[in-house]
């Protein structure tokens, strides 16, 4: 059970600034800069498929064997899921 799970992910440095308040109130600050990031989670999704799709995306067992959904395929209808969920269709019922 030593092992990490993760070894490759990194932290950054416990370090915090501290702005105390008259109110009683402390404002806590990291020292950092945030680098660049996704704007939101479809970002993500979006570099996936282009950079691997032929990974899955989603998987499901049914009878004793896996139908997968590719990143590649995901993103061809990135659509669909909303609007199916909006309108009560396929997706809506976990069909794909």
Do not use: N
């Not at 932290?11 to 008259?22: D, K």
């Not at 995306?57 to 669909?80: H, P, Q, V």
């Not at 909006?86 to 809506?92: D, K, L, Q, Y």
């Amino acid at each position: 059970m030593g092992k990490a799970l993760q070894p490759r992910l990194r932290f950054a440095p416990a370090r915090v600034q501290i702005e105390r308040r008259a109110d009683g109130a402390m404002i806590l600050r990291s020292p950092l800069k945030l680098g660049g990031h996704a704007r939101a989670v479809g970002e993500w999704l979006e570099r996936w498929a282009r950079e691997k799709p032929e990974r899955t995306f989603l998987a499901e067992r049914r009878d004793g064997a896996w139908r997968k959904l590719a990143t590649a395929r995901r993103s061809a209808s990135r659509a669909a899921p909303a609007r199916d969920c909006s309108t009560g269709g396929s997706t809506a019922r976990g069909r794909w």
